[in-house]
């Protein structure tokens, strides 16, 4: 059973920020070196997997400096993100207990299945709306298999080449190495799942694109609060990327490669944009969504642990080490909520349905008047 | 025309629940009621206390999230958590001064108040203030409820060493310019001998549709 943790975290310590030279900025310390460190680590990854460039294809070349450019600004907003004080607690809880002695097998079964709910089935969306749901299910799915696909085909892990006994057939050549016992005639079946794996991607994102577009069309609750660069831009971006990748098969397939050279220039140019949104826009939920799954570890701790009483009348309403954790972040966040008075001596020992009550109990007791 | 306010007023509730159920029908809310009504002392009166997001200058709520999912609108909104950020870990339901944000856990999400923001974005009244029978609940300009209310309207709040101020204002006393939220002399009730406070008067009426089938 997961036990919660007792024990006050490590007080902070920021390092200092690195100043840019020549531009006026400055740039978090931690997230730089996480992010260069992330991003040599992929390159590394891309010379050796693709056999000391061997097996690399310079006319994606494009494609994969935007990508090790995207790591690199994921992996510094990511570490930024980590130090906000609450993100912090949750950081270093979530870990602290995950890595219980004697936990460790089961946290880690615990991991896969609550993954498997909340990043991939995805079915706290389904409650929130099957519509919602289904749109965020076909972009999802659209783009995971559109990644499976193109990163290592631009790393230059996986290509595809004719087998030399069959010359109708092809096979998988994975980091070098010919995937003889796996050979699949060009024109059967799995050739064409294959060939146009990038063309199913599309369609199921565009499925997606027009009901989520649909939705926020009509919806009058998404009308009032999205915002272009945050709601919009990445349906346009997604759909960008899709049309104008199914352009290059139509190209191909109907028109004799007409065209070929300009579309594939504006399919690179759409995927590199969508690439360098990545860290900066709405499609960085992707990567703190993973926190939702820490933070079941932290509520089912505290669950098996001392409860918070609130102060005033008695009701246990959340765990003790969330409260407590709650309290040391805030004088990190510019808050003081304590109180002189001994029987309540922090206005967050209060049950929220005290804190409630208590704004008319004072506006009574200031005006003189009795309840009804 | 000077600026639209929202004004609440404890004392004038009648707990008719109007404003719970206009709510749930606000489209941002989708069908649930971000309203919370509360009884003071069940057992010795019917007095009951809406509450609405107050709509904090420096929202705690914001501040303690670890998703960066509460953002504040340039109008001052403090709006409810974006979806696809939340993980519904319930920090702003704990850090809250006025207990405001619901977690909903079939959702795991937290939902909130804000301030029916499809229609006062296009300059129209809150659900709950445009049925409120008693006024408790009441929005327009300061001109408006000066032409017909008496007090003064306070947005300014002491929580032990912390003051927070608010878009939302609270009708006080004629000249009190802020609140002292005092715990000690609002100790619960039910811990007096003669207390019967656990008791709901209104636990035989049905429950009001909280979105099951949304």
Redo the contacts between chains.
């Keep these: 059973m997961l036990k919660p943790s007792g024990a006050a975290l490590p007080p902070r310590h920021d390092p200092d920020p690195v100043m840019v030279p020549v531009m006026d900025v400055t740039l978090d310390r931690r997230g730089l070196i996480a992010g260069v460190v992330f991003s040599l680590l992929l390159t590394l990854a891309v010379y050796l997997g693709s056999q000391r460039f061997h097996g690399f294809d310079g006319a994606l070349a494009g494609y994969c400096f935007a990508t090790v450019f995207a790591l690199f600004g994921v992996v510094y907003r990511y570490a930024v993100?980590l130090q906000?004080?609450?993100?912090r607690?949750?950081w270093k809880r979530g870990w602290e207990l995950f890595w219980q002695p004697g936990q460790r097998l089961r946290n880690t079964l615990l991991f896969f299945k609550m993954g498997w709910e909340?990043m991939l089935e995805q079915r706290?969306i389904r409650?929130?709306?099957r519509d919602r749901w289904l749109a965020h299910q076909l972009i999802f799915w659209g783009c995971v298999i559109a990644i499976l696909i193109t990163f290592p085909l631009t790393f230059g892990w996986l290509r595809f080449e004719s087998d030399f006994t069959h010359p109708s057939n092809y096979l998988v050549v994975l980091f070098g190495q010919r995937l003889e016992f796996f050979t699949f005639p060009a024109r059967g079946v799995i050739g064409w799942l294959f060939m146009h794996g990038l063309n199913i991607a599309a369609v199921l994102c565009l499925a997606g694109i027009s009901l989520a577009v649909g939705r926020r069309v009509k919806?009058?609750?998404e009308?009032?609060?999205q915002r272009f660069d945050n709601d919009i831009m990445p349906l346009v971006l997604l759909f960008a990327v899709s049309v104008t990748g199914m352009m290059l098969t139509v190209s191909n397939m109907f028109l004799e490669g007409k065209f070929y050279y300009w579309i594939t220039t504006t399919h690179a140019v759409t995927v590199m944009l969508w690439l360098l949104y990545l860290p900066f826009g709405?499609f960085f939920?992707i990567f703190?969504?993973i926190?939702?799954v820490g933070?079941w570890f932290?509520?089912a701790a505290g669950a098996n642990g001392p409860q918070a009483e609130c102060?005033?009348?008695?009701e246990a309403?959340?765990s003790a080490m969330?409260?407590e954790d709650?309290k040391a972040?805030?004088p990190d966040?510019?808050?003081?909520?304590?109180?002189?008075?001994q029987?309540?001596d922090?206005?967050?020992n209060?049950?929220?349905?005290?804190?409630?009550?208590?704004?008319?109990?004072?506006?009574?007791?200031?005006?003189?008047?009795e309840?009804? | 025309m000077s600026e639209m306010r929202f004004f609440v007023?404890?004392?004038r509730?009648?707990g008719c629940k109007a404003c719970m159920q206009g709510c749930s029908e606000c489209?941002?809310h989708?069908g649930k009621s971000m309203i919370?009504l509360?009884y003071?002392?069940r057992g010795?009166?019917?007095?009951t206390?809406p509450?609405v997001c107050m709509h904090c200058d420096?929202p705690?709520c914001a501040?303690?999230?670890?998703?960066?999912a509460i953002k504040r609108t340039e109008d001052g909104i403090v709006?409810s958590s974006q979806?696809?950020?939340c993980?519904?870990?319930?920090?702003c339901?704990?850090?809250?001064?006025?207990?405001?944000?619901r977690y909903y856990p079939?959702?795991?999400?937290m939902l909130k108040c804000?301030m029916c923001?499809?229609r006062t974005?296009?300059g129209k009244k809150p659900m709950c203030a445009s049925v409120c029978p008693s006024e408790a609940l009441f929005y327009g300009t300061l001109e408006e409820f000066q032409s017909r209310r008496q007090g003064t309207p306070s947005n300014t709040?002491q929580?032990?060493?912390?003051t927070i101020t608010t878009k939302v204002f609270?009708?006080?006393?004629a000249g009190?310019v802020g609140?002292?939220?005092?715990?000690?002399?609002?100790?619960?009730a039910?811990?007096e001998p003669d207390a019967f406070d656990h008791l709901d008067p209104f636990a035989h009426l049905e429950p009001l549709p909280m979105g099951e089938h949304?």
């Design positions: 993100w906000r004080p609450a993100t607690v949750y909340k706290f409650k929130r709306s919806d009058e609750a009308i009032s609060t709405k939920h703190q969504r926190a939702n933070v932290y509520k102060a005033r009348c008695g309403y959340t969330q409260r709650l972040i805030l966040l510019g808050f003081d909520y304590r109180n002189n008075e029987a309540v922090n206005w967050q209060l049950c929220p349905g005290c804190r409630r009550k208590l704004m008319t109990l004072n506006q009574f007791r200031v005006t003189g008047k309840f009804m | 007023d404890p004392v509730c009648i489209a941002t989708r919370h509360e003071i002392e010795t009166s019917t007095q206390a509450m420096l705690t501040a303690v999230c670890p998703a960066d709006q979806a696809p950020r993980i519904g870990c319930s920090n339901v704990n850090a809250c001064p006025f207990g405001v944000p079939e959702i795991d999400q804000d923001y499809d974005s296009l709040f929580f032990g060493a912390q609270l009708v006080l006393p009190d609140l002292n939220m005092d715990v000690l002399s609002h100790m619960d039910r811990f949304l």
